[in-house]
Structures are given as C-alpha cells and as structure tokens.
C-alpha cells in the first residue's frame, strides 16, 4: 500500500509542476465581491491544495472514529488475556486438586483392600 501511495504522490507532484510551468498566463478571479489576479498556476495549486486539505479534513472523522475502536479492541485484548490467564491458571489448580484426590482415594482403596481380606478369615 505505501509503495501504490508514494507512487501516486509523485506522479501528482509531477503533474502539478508541469501544469503550473505550462500555465503562466495571468488570469482574474472574482468571488462575491474579490477580485484577484494571478496567474493560473497559482490559482491551479491554490485549488490542488484547497482538494488536499478538503478531503484530509473530512477522512479525520473516519480516521479518529477507526483509532477508537482499534483502541477499545486492545483493550478488550488485555482484558480476555487477563481472564484467560486467570481460568489457566483455575485450571492448573483444579487439576492438581484431582490428582491429590485420586492419589488420596487410590491409597484409600489400598487400605480398605488391605483391610478387607483379614476380615473375612
């Protein structure tokens, strides 16, 4: 994507340049009651600039708005990893837990087993 974006700006720029180098004539331009005389190669970059700015002002909505939930998912992130780490960890304790009951009852059995054939003689 940079490499498409950098590319792009340069044939821009390019075609900027060779635009305002071609149009050097001086042109007058009225607006409401302004009148200005320039020539057209400013003019043409004044309104190349007024496009950049324009449609860098109206993606900063998208921009922010995609900033805040790239946010907010990190945040959720750490908060599943926390909670993920934590049932791990219940996890690891509930299966030593098992092991030390069967061990405990194993040996119970053995006992009671033990136990067991003296009765019946």
């Given at each position: 994507m940079r490499p498409l974006v950098l590319i792009l700006a340069i044939v821009v720029v390019a075609a900027t340049?060779?635009?305002?180098v071609q149009n050097l004539a001086t042109v007058s331009v009225?607006?409401?009651?302004?009148?200005?005389?320039a020539s057209l190669a400013a003019f043409l970059l004044l309104t190349l600039a007024a496009g950049f700015l324009a449609s860098f002002l109206l993606s900063m909505p998208t921009v922010i708005q995609k900033n805040w939930k790239i946010a907010n998912h990190k945040q959720r992130i750490v908060q599943l990893e926390k909670e993920s780490n934590e049932m791990i960890e219940t996890i690891s304790?509930?299966?030593k837990r098992?092991?030390?009951?069967e061990k405990s009852f194993q040996?119970?059995?053995?006992?009671?087993?033990s136990i067991e054939p003296k009765q019946k003689q």
């Open positions: 340049v060779i635009l305002a009225y607006f409401v009651v302004w009148q200005i005389e304790a509930q299966r098992i092991e030390y009951l040996q119970e059995i053995e006992s009671t087993k």
